[in-house]
C-alpha cells in the first residue's frame, strides 16, 4: 500500500471502497500502520 498511499499528514484523506470484510481485515489495519 505504501506504494500507491501518500504518507500521512494533516492534509492527506484515504477513501477506499470495496466489501466490508476486505476494508475491516485488510485495507484499515494497514492504513493505521502506515499512520
Same mark, same amino acid.
Request: no cysteine; glycine share 8%.
Given at each position: 500500500m505504501r506504494e500507491?498511499? +501518500?504518507l500521512a499528514s494533516e492534509d492527506?484523506?484515504?477513501l477506499a471502497c470495496? +466489501? +466490508?470484510p476486505m476494508i475491516q481485515f485488510a485495507v484499515? +489495519?494497514?492504513l493505521e500502520k502506515m499512520g
Open positions: 500507491h498511499v +501518500p492527506t484523506l484515504a470495496g +466489501p +466490508p484499515q +489495519p494497514n
